[in-house]
Every structure is written in structure tokens, then in C-alpha cells.
């Protein structure tokens, strides 16, 4: 398989990949958001998912980021 075709599919993966860290996460801030507006304090344990999907996700963007630069780089070769 050729560069850009491993990173393309690369590419893929980490889309993927952060598409379901973003359901994830939705569980625990929609959570966090009903206990805001009731005016309760959020279980800890949604806070920290929340926390958690939410770094995991920024490390799955910054190597997208990344991808997608290395891409740009083999395209103007």
C-alpha cells in the first residue's frame, strides 16, 4: 500500500475513533448538564468520563492534525 493510502486509512480510523469518543462523552455531559440546571452537584463519576473522553479525544485531533499534515506534504511532492 502506497503512503497516502496508509494515511488516508489512518485518517479514517482516527475520525472513527473520535466519532466515538464524542458519543461517549455526550453520555456524561448530558449528565452533567441535568444535574447543572436541577442544581445539583454532578456525580463524580460523569465528571470524571467526561474529563477522560474529553483528553482522549484532543490527543485523537492533535494526531489527526498531524495525518492530515503529512498527507499535505506527500501531495505537494
Do not use: W
Not at 12 to 39: F, P, T, V
Not at 45 to 62: C, G, H, M, P
Amino acid at each position: 500500500m502506497s503512503k497516502k493510502g496508509q494515511l488516508k486509512k489512518e485518517i479514517d480510523e482516527c475520525e472513527r475513533e473520535i466519532r466515538a469518543y464524542e458519543q461517549k462523552r455526550e453520555r456524561s455531559q448530558n449528565a452533567l448538564i441535568r444535574a447543572m440546571l436541577a442544581g445539583k452537584k454532578a456525580a463524580p463519576e460523569d465528571e470524571q468520563y467526561f474529563t477522560v473522553f474529553s483528553e482522549l479525544i484532543d490527543k485523537e485531533r492533535e494526531k489527526l492534525r498531524g495525518l492530515y499534515a503529512e498527507l499535505e506534504a506527500l501531495k505537494k511532492k
